[in-house]
């Protein structure tokens, strides 16, 4: 058995989930398959992901000719910067999720 103690204020989300109440409920078994599949199509996503920034490792890594203009250089330094700022705060996230969820 389990039991999530996610606090919403751990999470900056105590705005919206004010007046829910504390009071302890089941997680039922058509909820927690719905979440499951949500937390699947995350993990395909970041699979997805993965595969492209390899290909996108490789061509930056390869022999081969690149030619740029110095803002096309920084647009993909700012998108890379913005792409590893929203994989820590998941990873963060996702640790903070794990210890909110325990077993009992």
Same mark, same amino acid.
């Given at each position: 058995?389990? !039991?999530?103690? &996610?606090?919403?204020?751990?999470?900056?989300?105590?705005?919206?989930?004010?007046?829910?109440? +504390?009071?302890? /409920?089941?997680?039922?078994?058509? !909820?927690? &398959?719905?979440?499951?599949?949500?937390? +699947? !199509? =995350?993990?395909?996503?970041? /699979? $997805? =992901?993965?595969?492209?920034? $390899?290909?996108?490792?490789?061509?930056?890594?390869? +022999?081969? *000719? /690149?030619?740029?203009?110095?803002?096309?250089?920084?647009?993909?330094?700012?998108?890379?910067?913005?792409?590893?700022? %929203?994989?820590?705060? &998941?990873? $963060? #996230? %996702? *640790? $903070?999720? !794990?210890?909110? #969820?325990?077993?009992?």
């Amino acid at each position: 058995m389990y !039991e999530i103690i &996610a606090n919403p204020e751990d999470y900056k989300l105590d705005d919206l989930i004010k007046g829910t109440g +504390n009071t302890k /409920i089941e997680f039922s078994s058509e !909820e927690r &398959a719905k979440w499951a599949k949500e937390v +699947n !199509e =995350f993990s395909r996503k970041l /699979i $997805q =992901f993965s595969e492209k920034s $390899q290909d996108l490792a490789k061509v930056l890594s390869s +022999n081969e *000719k /690149i030619t740029t203009t110095p803002a096309s250089l920084k647009t993909l330094k700012i998108q890379l910067f913005i792409i590893n700022d %929203a994989l820590n705060s &998941a990873l $963060q #996230i %996702a *640790k $903070q999720l !794990e210890s909110d #969820i325990i077993p009992k």
